[in-house]
C-alpha cells in the first residue's frame, strides 16, 4: 500500500475519533467498583437479615430460596435502575470464544394498559436462553435445546451501559456443563478442600482455602483505518500474509519503553473503566513486540479473576474502538515478531493468612511450603500431557514452540534455591531430617530457605510452569483463551494428587508413623516420582525436546492431538473421581475442541485463497504486465542489443513474478482440494487431523510465495497495509 494511502487511512478514521484525554476528578479508591453490586452495595440495599443471608450463600455455598432471591432482586433493581439501567441479562461463558448475553428490558404489564419495571428473583436465579446454537458437543440435540443458565453468587452482578449483567452458569437440561464456570467452580472446589485438609496437618486454624489467579492480558493494538484494510486481520484475527518489516522487534526497544501518547490515552481510559467495573488493575507496559502491551491486575480468587479476565477482553475491544484502534487478543497476529499470551499466576492461601506456595519462617512451615510444591508438581507431572491439552488451540498453536513462548513440552522451573532444597531433601536420610528431641519440639533440619525466593534474576522465560517465590506461573496460557480451560485442569490436577498425598500420609500415621515423618516420608517419595517434569534449562534448545522424550513427558506436537489427551483413562479418572467433569462432558467438550479447530482452519483456508486469487494474483499480474509494457518499449528508443541489457533486471523480475503466481495459482487449487477432501471426513477427530495435516502446511508454504511478492511489487499497487506500517503507531 502507498504511503500517502497509508497515511490517509489513519487519517481519516482519527478524524471519526479525535484524541480524547481521558480523565476525572475522582481517585480510584473512590470510583472503584462503582458499577458492581458487592458487599458494600448489599448492606445498603438489602434489609439487613438478607444481606446476611447473601453472605452466607456467598461465604458458605449455602443454598439460595427463592424468597430470598426475591429480595435480593428487589435491592439490586433499585440499585441499578440509579444507574440508569433498563435491562438485565445473564452472562455466561459458552465452550466458543468470549461471553454470551441475552438481554431481557425489565418491562411488565401492569395489567392496568400499561407498564411497571419488573426484575424478579426467578429472573435473577435462572434463565432458559435458547441455547440451540451454542456448542454441546452432542449432549443437547437441536430439537430439546433447552439450557438454562443459573446465577453465581460467588461473582458479583455489575452493571455495563444500560444492563444489569448477572454472572452465571450454563448447563444442559440433563445437568450437564456447557460452559467454563461450571466445572471451574467445581474444580476450585476439590482443590481448596483438599488443600484445606493438608494444610490442617501444620495449622489448627485453618478452615478454608481459596485458590488465586493474577493473569497477565498480552495484547496487539492497530490503527484502526489500516485494520479495516486487511480482511484477514478482520476474519481471522491474524495477518495469513505480510513480509517482516525490516524493523521489527531486534532493538528490544519495544520492551518497558515509553508508552506512545494515544496508547496512553487508550490504557488509561480502559484502566478508569476497569477499576469501576471492580477489576483491580495494576501494572501496563508495552511487550517485547511494537504495538504490543500488557496489563495485569492484583491478583483473585479464581472465578472472579476469570470473570473479570472475560470482562477485561470484551472492554478491551471496545475502548480500543473508541481511541481508533483495534485491539487483536489472537495469540500470534504477526509472524515474525512475539505473540500474546497470558500468563496465568496461580497459588492457594489459606484463611489463617498462610499462602501455602510461599516459604514460611519454621520448619514445620517449610515442610508445609515444600509439600505444596511437591504435589502441585505431583499433578503437573502425572498430567503434563491434559494440562498442555488445556491450553492448546488453533490460535495458540502458532505460539507455543516458537522461540518466544514456552515450548509444547509442559515442564516446570523451580530455582536454584528451591532445587536445591529438594536435593537436600530427597538425598538425606530421615533421622538427619526428623529429630524428635525432647517431648514435643521437633525439629525439622531443612536447610533453611531464604525469604527472598522471590528474586527474579533467576527466572527462566522458557518454562511453561515456572515458580516465582510464591506461586507458580502457568505461562503457556495463549491471550484470547479463557483462562479457565487451563484452570480448571490445575485445579483438578493439583486436588488429585493432594488427596492422594493425604491418603498415603494417612495411611503411614494409621500404622503408627508420625505425623511429620510420615509427611517427610510421603513428600521425599513423590519428589523422586515427579522429578521429570522438573527442568532448570532452556526450553528452546533441540536437546530438550528428547530429553524430554527420554523422559517421558507429553511432546506431541500436532493441536488435534493434544486435545485427545481429554479422553486419556487417567484424565477421565482424575475428572470423575473429583467430581468436576463426567465421561460425557469430557467427550462433548474434547468434540468441541476439535471441531473448532476444524472451522478455525478452514475459515483461514478460505480467506487466505481468496485473497490469493483476488488481492495477489492481480495485482502481481498487473505489475508484470507494466514490467513487460516498459520491456516492449525499450526496443523503441534503444538497439535491441542495448535494450535488452537495459532491461535485464526487469525481465528477471517478470520472470519471478511468474514463479511466484504459478506457484500460488496452483498450490491455492491444492488447498481447495485438500478443504474439500478433508470436509467429506465425518469423524471430527479424523477430520481435525486432515486441516492439520494437509491444510495448514499449504498455507504457510504458499504465504511464502506471496511475501516474496510482496518485496518486488509496486508499493503503489500493493493492495495491504504492510507490517511496517501497521506495527509503528505514532
Ligand atoms: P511479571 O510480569 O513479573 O510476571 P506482573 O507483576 O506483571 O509480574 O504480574 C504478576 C501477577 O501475579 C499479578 O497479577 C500479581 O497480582 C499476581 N500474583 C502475585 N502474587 C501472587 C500469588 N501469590 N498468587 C497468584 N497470583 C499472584
Ligand atoms: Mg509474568
Not at 61 to 82: C, H, P, S, Y
Not at 240 to 246: E, I, K, N, Y
Not at 490 to 504: G, M
Request: overall charge negative; some cysteine.
Amino acid at each position: 500500500m502507498s504511503a500517502i494511502l497509508r497515511f490517509k487511512l489513519v487519517e481519516e478514521a482519527f478524524k471519526k475519533k479525535p484524541l480524547e484525554i481521558p480523565n476525572r476528578e475522582d481517585r480510584p479508591s473512590e470510583f472503584f467498583a462503582k458499577y458492581v453490586f458487592n458487599r458494600q452495595k448489599m448492606a445498603e440495599y438489602l434489609p439487613a437479615d438478607v444481606y446476611e443471608k447473601m453472605c452466607d450463600v456467598i461465604d458458605n455455598g449455602t443454598k439460595l430460596d427463592l424468597e430470598t432471591a426475591d429480595k435480593v432482586a428487589e435491592g439490586m433493581k433499585r440499585w441499578a435502575m440509579e444507574l440508569g439501567v433498563t435491562h438485565c441479562t445473564h452472562w455466561f461463558q459458552p465452550l466458543t470464544e468470549g461471553t454470551a448475553e441475552k438481554h431481557d428490558g425489565f418491562v411488565e404489564h401492569d395489567q392496568k394498559g400499561g407498564m411497571v419495571e419488573e426484575f424478579t428473583g426467578k429472573s435473577l436465579v435462572q434463565q432458559e436462553p435458547d441455547a440451540s446454537s451454542f456448542p454441546s458437543g452432542g449432549i443437547r440435540s437441536t430439537f430439546e435445546a433447552r439450557g438454562y443458565s443459573a446465577w453465581d453468587p460467588a461473582s458479583p452482578v455489575f452493571v455495563v451501559s444500560d444492563t444489569l449483567m448477572i454472572p452465571t452458569v450454563f448447563i444442559s437440561y440433563t445437568g450437564e456443563a456447557l460452559d467454563y464456570k461450571a466445572p471451574l467452580k467445581k474444580s476450585i472446589k476439590a482443590v481448596t478442600q483438599a488443600a484445606a485438609e493438608v494444610a490442617r496437618y501444620f495449622y489448627n486454624d485453618v478452615n478454608r482455602v481459596t485458590s488465586n489467579l493474577g493473569w497477565e492480558q498480552e495484547y496487539f493494538l492497530v490503527d484502526e483505518g489500516l485494520y479495516a484494510a486487511r480482511p484477514d486481520l478482520l476474519m481471522t484475527g491474524r495477518t495469513l500474509m505480510g513480509h517482516d518489516s525490516a524493523k521489527n522487534q531486534q532493538m528490544d526497544d519495544h520492551y518497558f519503553g515509553s508508552i506512545p501518547l494515544r496508547v496512553s490515552y487508550f490504557m488509561k481510559d480502559l484502566e478508569m473503566q476497569a477499576l469501576e467495573l471492580g477489576i483491580p488493575c495494576k501494572t501496563r507496559h508495552n511487550e517485547v513486540a511494537p504495538n504490543q502491551f500488557e496489563l495485569a491486575p492484583i491478583f483473585e480468587e479464581t472465578n472472579l479473576a476469570v470473570d473479570h479476565n472475560m470482562l477485561i477482553m470484551s472492554l478491551m475491544k471496545r475502548v480500543a474502538r473508541k481511541h481508533g484502534f483495534r485491539c487483536l487478543l489472537h495469540e500470534k497476529p504477526f509472524a515474525g515478531i512475539n505473540g500474546s499470551g497470558k500468563h496465568c499466576n496461580w497459588s492457594l492461601s489459606a484463611d489463617n493468612g498462610v499462602l501455602l506456595h510461599a516459604p514460611g519462617k519454621t520448619p514445620i512451615e517449610n515442610l508445609r511450603f515444600i509439600t505444596f510444591i511437591v504435589e502441585t508438581l505431583m499433578g503437573v507431572y502425572k498430567h503434563n500431557g491434559l494440562l498442555k491439552g488445556s491450553i492448546i488451540s488453533a490460535t495458540n498453536a502458532h505460539r507455543l514452540g516458537a522461540n518466544e513462548a514456552p515450548p509444547a513440552i509442559i515442564s516446570s522451573f523451580l530455582g536454584k534455591q528451591l532445587t536445591d532444597l529438594l536435593t537436600a531433601l530427597e538425598e538425606s536420610d530421615d533421622d538427619s531430617l526428623f529429630n524428635l528431641s525432647g517431648k514435643k519440639a521437633l525439629t525439622l533440619d531443612i536447610p533453611q530457605v531464604p525469604e527472598l525466593l522471590l528474586d527474579n534474576t533467576d527466572r527462566n522465560r522458557t518454562s511453561p510452569f515456572a515458580f516465582t517465590g510464591n506461586r507458580f506461573e502457568f505461562r503457556a496460557v495463549g491471550s484470547s483463551a479463557n483462562c479457565a480451560a487451563a484452570l480448571i485442569v490445575l485445579n483438578t490436577a493439583v486436588a488429585e494428587a493432594l488427596c492422594d498425598f493425604k491418603q498415603r500420609v494417612d495411611q503411614l500415621v494409621a500404622q503408627g508413623t508420625n505425623p511429620m515423618k510420615a509427611i517427610v516420608s510421603v513428600v521425599r517419595q513423590d519428589i523422586k516420582t515427579c522429578k521429570p517434569i522438573h527442568f532448570e534449562g532452556n526450553g528452546y534448545t533441540d536437546s530438550w525436546k528428547e530429553e524430554a522424550q527420554r523422559r517421558g513427558l507429553d511432546v506431541e506436537q500436532s493441536a488435534p492431538m493434544m486435545f485427545l489427551q481429554y479422553l486419556a483413562p487417567e484424565s477421565i479418572k482424575m475428572f470423575e473421581s473429583m467430581g468436576v467433569l463426567s465421561e460425557a462432558e469430557l467427550k462433548a467438550r474434547t468434540d468441541i475442541k476439535l471441531e473448532t479447530y476444524t472451522k478455525k482452519i478452514q475459515i483461514e483456508a478460505r480467506i487466505f485463497g481468496d485473497l490469493c486469487l483476488n488481492h495477489i494474483i492481480p495485482v502481481a499480474t498487473r505489475y508484470q504486465s507494466q514490467l513487460i509494457d516498459n520491456v516492449h518499449k525499450m526496443t523503441d528508443i534503444f538497439s535491441p542489443e542495448e535494450a535488452r541489457q537495459l532491461s535485464a533486471n526487469n525481465i528477471k523480475l517478470i520472470r519471478q513474478i511468474s514463479d511466484h503466481t504459478t506457484f500460488i495459482t496452483e498450490h491455492v487449487d491444492q488447498l481447495i482440494n485438500a478443504r474439500r477432501v478433508a470436509n467429506r471426513i465425518t469423524d471430527e477427530t479424523e477430520k481435525a487431523i486432515a486441516y492439520h495435516d494437509n491444510v495448514a502446511p499449504l498455507i504457510e508454504s504458499i504465504r511464502y510465495h506471496v511475501d516474496k511478492l510482496e518485496l518486488i511489487v509496486d508499493d503503489e499497487l500493493w493492495p495491504l497495509p504492510k507490517y511496517r506500517e501497521m506495527l509503528f503507531i505514532r
